[in-house]
Nanobody, 124 residues
């Protein structure tokens, strides 16, 4: 049974930092794409960042480039999202997801497995 479990969400002030973690179990972690998505109320789910775990290639949404960093720990089957310079517009539910190494990292429909989400709230 595949499980993705996020943790690390919470509240922060603008300019602050949070680190999200996504622990994967029952899944071959070392050769796929792990992504972070977010969804704010009334908005579509959008890709934030992704990492191709075999080679470590990373991708970011323009809105978070230079502020967020995605990384992996293959020994722990865990992916992280370090979020610095947080802005109120980063407020959303953040989801971890996993897919095969095909297609665009942004394509929500390609991700087969999803975590339950963790809330991030940034106040001004």
């Amino acid at each position: 049974q595949v499980q993705l479990v996020e943790s690390g969400g919470g509240s922060a002030q603008a300019g602050g930092s949070l680190r999200l973690s996504c622990a994967a179990s029952g899944y071959t972690f070392s050769s796929n794409c792990m992504g972070w998505f977010r969804q704010a109320p009334g908005k579509e789910r959008e890709g934030v960042a992704a990492i191709y775990t075999a080679g470590g290639t990373t991708y970011y949404a323009d809105s978070v480039k230079g502020r967020f960093t995605i990384s992996q720990d293959n020994a722990k089957n865990t992916v992280y999202l370090q979020m610095n310079g947080l802005k109120p517009e980063d407020t959303a539910m953040y989801y971890c997801a996993a897919k095969e190494n095909v297609g665009s990292w942004r394509d929500v429909l390609l991700y087969k497995y999803w975590g339950q989400g963790t809330q991030v709230t940034v106040s001004s």
